[in-house]
């Protein structure tokens, strides 16, 4: 298997357990998950290589900057997300739904 392959494999793994998660989550909070399969796999598989890439669930839709601290922000679910669910119907990434 090469690295690339193992790589995939990894993403794959990850993309499924944030999937759970997330499902878990927006349900806790009585929301969905975004019902546009291509976009929602687009978000989670973000999130899964910034994690392996980066050690965090930095959200794929935003800048990291480079700063942990000020990057914390930026881990999903993000400090934004329940104001623009509020506000716009759905996060900024478009991974939860009012």
């Not at 794959?12 to 009585?30: P, V």
């Not at 999130?47 to 881990?75: H, V």
Request: aromatic fraction near 10%; glycine fraction near 6%; include cysteine.
């Amino acid at each position: 298997m090469t690295v690339d392959e193992k790589t995939a494999e990894k993403i794959d793994e990850l993309s499924d357990e944030i999937r759970k998660w997330a499902e878990k989550y927006a349900g806790d909070n009585g929301w969905e998950v975004n019902n546009e399969e291509k976009q929602l796999n687009a978000v989670i598989r973000g999130l899964a290589r910034n994690t392996l890439k980066f050690g965090e669930q930095y959200c794929p839709c935003r800048i990291r900057s480079g700063d942990r601290e000020k990057d914390k922000e930026i881990i999903c679910p993000c400090i934004y997300h329940k104001d623009e669910i509020e506000n716009d119907g759905n996060c900024h990434c478009r991974f939860f739904f009012k």
